[in-house]
Structures are given as structure tokens and as C-alpha cells.
């Protein structure tokens, strides 16, 4: 199957690089591109891609809004949004997650990289850069906002202990390995938390942990 992308960057040459790129791929086209934040939303109601490749900072309307507008639309309930940031330290990227983003790159990924990213994010996974993702969470998180979705409360014991570790960046195989669980019981109980807690993909759960207070910055 060809995973259709949409690439919204305020840039010209960055956005003919991304879409180069994207092209070499015998699994992805690029369906539609946006220089700012409300182009962004308008192309993806318009060719409804299957993920859109969304810079933060962009005139008129910037990604974390087009993000935002995009998520909490029903129409685009299947669309995927993967963030690129010029800089790791970014502090709107945590903002962005809550908006509904799946995940985020610095934009000095490596090609090959940005592709897999692009193939995760597109099958309904998240995907954090594993380095800015500890550093961000543990600075921008010790001071919560509301969390869009439900609370833990409404999980079992069991359910909390594999929230716990996706939060740390566990994967269903390392969950159920430190768990005793088969590797389907696990996706099976991280799908079932998702459904409870009204979260898009796994993203969400790492937000609405740390804001639950489930996990803590610096918790190993």
C-alpha cells in the first residue's frame, strides 16, 4: 500500500528536499504540499492524506494549531501528524504531543530515518527521537496542563503497570517481557488502555502519564 503524505513547511527548498525524498520511496507519495499552518488543515480536508510531515513554526497559523485542528477534526480521524523541529530542545514539541501529534524528529534525521519514522507514524505507532524525548519530558512536563483525554483511574491494576512502562518507552515486546505476557496480550492491553483513555496512539499515553503524576521526570 502507498502511504500518501502531505509535507507543510513554510521553507520552499525544504519542502522540495522532503518531497524528493519521499518520492524515492516506492511506498509513499507526496499528495499535497502547505506553507503555512491554515494551508496545512485546508490541504489535508481537501486530499486527506495519511500523514502529514508538520513543521512548527510557519506563518499565519503555526503546527501546533494545525495540529490541534487537524486531530480534533472527525473527518481527518485517520490522518497522522509527524512533527519535525529544527532543534531538540524545542519547547513547543511536548505542546504539539498533546495536540495530537504522534510523534516528532529533528529535522537533521537522517534520510533513511525520516522515512521509517514516516512508515510508523503512518501504520498507527508513535515515534519520539529517544534522546530530546527524555530531556523535553522531564523540563516541560513538571508543570502539567489539563490532559485532552480521560485519567488512569478508569484502568485496572494491570493496565496502569503497562501505561507505566510505555511511558518509558517501552515497546509491547519489552512490555511483555518485563511483564510475563505474551506479545499479543500486550498490544491487546495497550489497545484496550488507548480506548479507555480516548488517546489517538501511544504518544498520548506518555502525556497523560507524566500528567497523571503515574510517571515523574527522572523516574527510571
Same mark, same amino acid.
Given at each position: 500500500?502507498?502511504?500518501?503524505?502531505? *509535507?507543510?513547511?513554510?521553507?520552499?527548498?525544504?519542502?522540495? %528536499?522532503?518531497?524528493?525524498?519521499?518520492?524515492?520511496?516506492?511506498? +509513499?507519495?507526496?499528495?499535497?504540499?502547505?506553507?503555512?499552518?491554515?494551508?496545512?488543515?485546508?490541504?489535508?480536508?481537501?486530499?486527506?492524506?495519511?500523514?502529514?510531515?508538520?513543521? !512548527?513554526?510557519?506563518?499565519?497559523?503555526?503546527?501546533?494549531?494545525?495540529?490541534?485542528? #487537524?486531530?480534533? &477534526?472527525?473527518?481527518?480521524? /485517520?490522518?497522522?501528524?509527524?512533527?519535525?523541529?529544527?532543534?531538540?530542545? &524545542?519547547?513547543? !514539541?511536548?505542546?504539539? @504531543?498533546?495536540?495530537?501529534?504522534? /510523534?516528532? =524528529?529533528?529535522?537533521?534525521?537522517?534520510?533513511?530515518? @525520516?522515512?521509517?519514522? !514516516?512508515?510508523?507514524?503512518?501504520?498507527?505507532? %508513535?515515534? =519520539?527521537?529517544?534522546?530530546?524525548?527524555?530531556? *523535553? #519530558?522531564?523540563?516541560? @512536563?513538571?508543570?502539567?496542563?489539563?490532559?485532552?483525554?480521560?485519567?488512569?483511574?478508569?484502568?485496572?491494576?494491570?493496565?496502569?503497570?503497562?501505561?507505566? @512502562?510505555?511511558?518509558?518507552?517501552?515497546?509491547?515486546?519489552?512490555?511483555?517481557?518485563?511483564?510475563? =505476557?505474551?506479545?499479543?496480550?500486550?498490544?491487546?492491553?495497550?489497545?484496550?488502555?488507548?480506548?479507555?483513555?480516548?488517546?489517538?496512539?501511544?504518544?498520548?499515553?506518555?502525556?497523560?502519564?507524566?500528567?497523571?503524576? +503515574?510517571?515523574?521526570?527522572?523516574?527510571?
Amino acid at each position: 500500500m502507498t502511504i500518501r503524505v502531505l *509535507l507543510a513547511d513554510d521553507q520552499t527548498l525544504v519542502r522540495a %528536499a522532503f518531497a524528493m525524498l519521499v518520492e524515492s520511496a516506492r511506498d +509513499m507519495e507526496v499528495v499535497g504540499e502547505a506553507g503555512s499552518g491554515r494551508e496545512a488543515v485546508g490541504a489535508a480536508r481537501e486530499v486527506r492524506p495519511d500523514l502529514v510531515v508538520m513543521d !512548527i513554526r510557519m506563518p499565519d497559523l503555526d503546527g501546533i494549531e494545525a495540529t490541534r485542528l #487537524i486531530a480534533a &477534526d472527525e473527518a481527518l480521524a /485517520g490522518v497522522r501528524v509527524l512533527v519535525l523541529t529544527t532543534y531538540d530542545t &524545542d519547547e513547543n !514539541i511536548v505542546e504539539a @504531543l498533546r495536540a495530537g501529534a504522534s /510523534g516528532f =524528529l529533528v529535522k537533521d534525521t537522517r534520510p533513511a530515518e @525520516l522515512l521509517d519514522a !514516516i512508515r510508523t507514524v503512518a501504520a498507527g505507532e %508513535a515515534l =519520539l527521537s529517544p534522546g530530546p524525548t527524555a530531556r *523535553l #519530558i522531564e523540563r516541560f @512536563l513538571r508543570s502539567p496542563s489539563p490532559a485532552a483525554t480521560g485519567g488512569p483511574e478508569v484502568l485496572s491494576d494491570r493496565e496502569r503497570e503497562v501505561l507505566t @512502562l510505555v511511558a518509558r518507552g517501552l515497546n509491547n515486546t519489552e512490555v511483555a517481557e518485563a511483564l510475563g =505476557l505474551s506479545p499479543l496480550t500486550a498490544k491487546t492491553h495497550v489497545s484496550r488502555i488507548m480506548g479507555k483513555l480516548g488517546a489517538r496512539d501511544r504518544a498520548q499515553l506518555v502525556i497523560v502519564a507524566y500528567e497523571s503524576g +503515574m510517571v515523574t521526570p527522572g523516574t527510571p
